[in-house]
């Protein structure tokens, strides 16, 4: 059996079809098949705009948002292998890390520069959207979900703050929820969710953790996944052109 006639026989076998369902992209069927059922291809409309794709047009800034999103979880797993969400050991266990722990001070401050820098590209981002326009029909639904995406940034971001449980986190969180109990009708309550009683305490520090690490991760995941899908389905970025300037 020569070479030709094995790979031949590879590519018509099962194992072959199981990871790419089509045959070798010699065709334009094949070819278009492997474009589509790639799913980095296939993130990617099927026609843009060529005004989209300048860079000054958008900075990139969704981009940027979505790779210290990945920064974050990433450096945030590292950290938990050694963060003890305790009232007694979580600053020693912070300060164990920066000073014991190697590459521990560069995972910390990575983490959190990165999340005040995805702060900071989040509300770019919202404004260029807003700037251009992009969030009018028929992406409404796209812009509802990327102020969703705000709001559980800044909770990312204000959960993460009382961790380090040193005086700045605590008394920054104190007077958070302070604030947020002045809310009408559901303020009270609403603190008391938060903090797990009536001050701020173990219970808050486990409520912060958890949230912290599991539940807006999780919600900015999925909403990040159908973000990017309605960019995809609406297009790629929208651009002010005239119907007939699309390429």
Same mark, same amino acid.
């Given at each position: 059996?020569?070479? !030709? ?64 999103? @990945? ?21 020693? !266990? ?9 590459? @521990? ?47 559980? !940034?800044?909770?990312?971001?204000? !959960? ?15 007077? @958070? ?23 701020? @305490? ?46």
């Amino acid at each position: 059996m020569n070479l !030709t006639s094995l790979t031949s026989k590879l590519f018509e076998s099962r194992l072959w079809r199981s990871f790419f369902r089509h045959g070798w992209p010699d065709n334009p069927l094949d070819r278009s098949l492997a474009m589509t059922s790639n799913i980095f291809f296939h993130l990617h409309p099927v026609k843009v705009s060529r005004k989209s794709l300048v860079w000054s047009y958008s900075f990139g800034l969704g981009v940027i948002s979505t790779i210290l999103f @990945g920064v974050l979880v990433w450096t945030g797993v590292l950290l938990m292998f050694y963060y003890v969400p305790s009232v007694e050991r979580a600053y020693p !266990t912070m300060k164990e890390i920066q000073l014991s722990v190697p590459l @521990g001070q560069f995972t910390r401050n990575m983490h959190r520069w990165s999340a005040h820098a995805m702060v900071l590209a989040v509300i770019l981002h919202m404004a260029r959207v807003f700037y251009t326009g992009a969030y009018k029909p028929p992406r409404e639904f796209n812009w509802i979900i990327g102020v969703a995406l705000l709001l559980l !940034t800044l909770g990312a971001s204000f !959960t993460g703050y009382l961790l380090p449980w040193d005086q700045l986190a605590y008394w920054a969180i104190t007077v @958070g929820t302070n604030i947020a109990g002045y809310a009408p009708l559901a303020g009270q309550v609403m603190r008391q969710m938060m903090l797990g009683g009536s001050e701020v @305490g173990q219970n808050a520090l486990i409520r912060f953790y958890t949230l912290h690490i599991a539940v807006f991760p999780l919600l900015i995941t999925l909403l990040v996944s159908l973000h990017i899908w309605r960019v995809r389905k609406d297009g790629g970025l929208a651009v002010n052109d005239a119907p007939n300037s699309r390429d």
